[in-house]
Nanobody
Framework: QVQLVESGGGLVQAGGSLRLSCAAS????????MGWFRQAPRKEREFVAA????????YYADSVKGRFTISRDNAKNIVYLQMNSLEPEDTAVYYC????????????????WGQGTQVTVSS
């Protein structure tokens, strides 16, 4: 069992920055990936970014490429999402997710989820 706890959401003006954190605890090893998804009102949950813990390879959705950066702290089992140049369209609840083995972009391929943190970008 893996537990995920997110933090760092909030309200920011367009063009601003936020950093989200997700701490993982429980039965983990190095052979897993962690990702960020988001869900806006009346929309489906969508992939944002993911990192493979072993090796650190990353993958981003086109909509955030160049603005968001996913990173990890191996010692603390924390994954971060640095979000720069935020736009009103980035407003959503952001979820951290965990899966064994490699990066995936479909939400159904993730095994564990955090509770979500709200990000609101005002224009």
């Amino acid at each position: 069992q893996v537990q995920l706890v997110e933090s760092g959401g909030g309200l920011v003006q367009a063009g601003g920055s936020l950093r989200l954190s997700c701490a993982a605890s429980g039965r983990t090893s190095s052979n897993y990936a962690m990702g960020w998804f988001r869900q806006a009102p009346r929309k489906e949950r969508e992939f944002v970014a993911a990192v493979r813990w072993s090796g650190g390879s990353t993958y981003y959705a086109d909509s955030v490429k160049g603005r968001f950066t996913i990173s990890r702290d191996n010692a603390k089992n924390i994954v971060y999402l640095q979000m720069n140049s935020l736009e009103p369209e980035d407003t959503a609840v952001y979820y951290c997710a965990f899966r064994w083995r490699s990066i995936a972009t479909l939400s159904r391929e993730y095994d564990y989820w955090g509770q979500g943190t709200q990000v609101t970008v005002s224009s």
